[in-house]
């Protein structure tokens, strides 16, 4: 009877951490921040993860989008793939001919290249889950 009752705990452990997981980096900050001006200040110092958005999930109450960016070989960082949360307190931006622009979580999509920056401490887990500080679209947009 103990051996079921281990079992069954061990179950229970493993269907939380899945929920968790599933979750995946989002939480925090409601929404998505929109441009409420038209110019940014870009992030001083290296990106946590440049790479490719490899998958796009929209987001819940409690993120706008959840982000997979696999990384550029070779770019540093430390990370190889990272799930990144964009949450309200997040900027998406492009540089273009004016300087750095304010964006939307509606310009990012798969495919793109971008450099992320991450906010706060990141989970240790494979991949690496965060919250986006910032997030650079460095693909040319339509």
Request: glycine share 12%; with cysteine.
């Amino acid at each position: 009877m103990r051996h079921k009752t281990r079992i069954y705990a061990a179950l229970a452990v493993l269907a939380l951490l899945g929920a968790a997981a599933a979750v995946g980096a989002c939480g925090g900050v409601t929404g998505a921040q929109s441009p409420s001006s038209p110019s940014v200040t870009p992030p001083t110092g290296p990106a946590d993860i440049t790479g490719v958005i490899d998958a796009l999930q929209p987001g819940s109450a409690s993120c706008a989008v959840s982000l997979l960016v696999v990384a550029d070989p070779g770019t540093g960082g430390g990370y190889d793939k990272a799930q990144v949360a964009v949450v309200g307190a997040s900027t998406v931006w492009a540089s273009g001919d004016d300087g750095a622009m304010r964006l939307t979580v509606d310009d990012l999509a798969e495919g793109q290249r971008v450099a992320v920056w991450f906010a706060g401490p990141v989970a240790e887990s494979y991949p690496v889950q965060a919250k986006a500080l910032s997030v650079q679209i460095l693909t040319p947009l339509d």
